[in-house]
């Protein structure tokens, strides 16, 4: 298995080559889920729209962003909802010396903090660019327009040949008080084919247990050898850190709920993992890989673990099979599981992967059973040109996913219809 490891895109191009874009995409899902020992099935559609505009406007250029779902529940146990991700217009000054933008937008420089309101930048030097933003921040959960937020701050994005460097800070205050400070820093380094670095951390400064590590990432990959390549990865997570905005909507569904939680508030996950993967070429299309991974859990002071091997074997325009097998001792369980997995290029543009696997449970608890478990795959990609030339930018993707414990019986299907334009 090869981890191949590229550069975070920075936000909106602001530090590549303007260039005449028109792209919009559109997709329609339908999700099905359904099972033997369920009451009910779970079922909705969602619809995606993406577009992205840039062209000239005298001497400067025009931009404008969107990305939007809308989701339709067809089960009682799936809600609806919309959410905006992005919809903004940006404007860009001659040879890209200034940027002005407005509208909800993603700051992905820091930690990808969102804002209903406007952002500001300048070109300081080549390839260096300060901004600076503000408005409202959405619903935590709902990401709808809300009042009660504030987000105010600054970035930088820097790009080289070899770097790519973004950072900064940003405060969100709720209802008038300070509620978040998040500082973030984040690199990717390629310095040649042989090494790629990447890198990312955040902090948050005012948390309710002071200075907190919210989230952080690393990924080093080197390959001293064209056969041989080693991939060192590590990860650092909270989530739902407490604040002031958490403990009103928590008393909020209390009174709604009716009842009230025993004990004390919900103090949030803590998760930090560090995985090793090798991948050695033995001939051209036959690649072994093995690979370690260690979860801790700092809530519970427990720790998981799990050891995995396998063999790939590749040809370009045919397919690929790919054998393994893992051996998972997971806080509560030991886990042994074997699996296949087969892609094949029927054509181009057309394309099926096929799989399954087999899980052997062993808990460590002697009053729980043993147990198997099955699992079965099936993917299909059909771009619909192939079917006629006037449907060129339509695609069709089909997922199919099926698991087997014992008599109960799983089953997902998940079907995406899209069509692309650009120019």
């Given at each position: ?64 962003h969107a990305d939007g779902i809308a989701q339709i529940p067809w089960s ?90 973004s950072g900064g800070a940003a405060i969100q205050v709720y209802r008038g ?247």
């Amino acid at each position: 298995m090869t981890i191949l490891l590229l550069p975070v895109p920075i936000e909106a191009q602001e530090l590549e080559v303007l260039r005449e874009v028109v792209d919009a995409r559109l997709d329609l899902a339908q999700l099905y889920v359904t099972s033997n020992t369920a009451m009910r099935d779970l079922s909705f559609t969602q619809f995606r729209l993406q577009g992205d505009l840039i062209q000239p406007l005298g001497s400067t250029w025009f931009e404008l962003h969107a990305d939007g779902i809308a989701q339709i529940p067809w089960s009682d146990v799936t809600s609806g909802r919309q959410d905006v991700t992005r919809l903004f217009v940006q404007l860009d000054g001659a040879d890209r010396r200034w940027f002005a933008a407005v509208g909800r937008m993603m700051i992905e420089p820091v930690n990808s903090i969102r804002v209903d309101g406007a952002r500001v930048g300048l070109r300081l030097a080549e390839g260096l660019y300060l901004s600076a933003f503000g408005g409202l921040g959405p619903h935590p959960i709902l990401n709808s327009l809300d009042t009660d937020f504030v987000v105010g701050g600054a970035a930088y994005d820097y790009r080289s040949k070899h770097l790519a460097h973004s950072g900064g800070a940003a405060i969100q205050v709720y209802r008038g008080q300070p509620d978040r400070l998040f500082v973030s820093e984040r690199f990717s380094y390629v310095p040649s084919r042989e090494l790629a670095l990447f890198a990312s951390v955040t902090v948050d400064g005012i948390s309710a247990e002071g200075l907190d590590l919210t989230n952080a990432y690393l990924s080093t990959r080197w390959s001293p050898a064209l056969a041989l390549a080693l991939t060192l990865q590590g990860s650092h997570t909270h989530a739902l850190l407490p604040n002031l905005w958490w403990t009103d909507w928590v008393e909020q569904q209390r009174q709604e709920l009716g009842f009230s939680i025993d004990g004390p508030l919900p103090v949030g996950s803590r998760r930090s993992t560090a995985s090793l993967t090798m991948d050695l070429t033995l001939t051209p299309g036959v690649t072994t890989y093995v690979a370690g991974r260690f979860d801790h859990r700092h809530e519970s002071s427990s720790n998981g673990g799990e050891g995995r091997g396998g063999l790939k074997l590749q040809k370009v325009g045919l397919g690929y099979v790919d054998l393994s097998g893992t051996f998972r001792r997971y806080f509560d369980t030991e886990n042994i599981i074997g699996s296949l997995q087969g892609g094949f290029d029927i054509l181009d543009g057309l394309s099926i992967d096929l799989g399954g696997g087999l899980m052997f449970l062993d808990p460590y608890d002697p009053l729980l059973p043993k147990d198997v478990l099955v699992d079965l795959n099936a993917t299909l990609w059909l771009e619909l040109d192939l079917l006629h030339e006037s449907l060129e930018g339509a695609r069709v993707l089909g997922q199919y996913q099926a698991f087997l414990d014992g008599e109960a019986l799983l089953q997902t299907v998940f079907v995406t219809v899209g069509y692309r334009y650009r120019s």
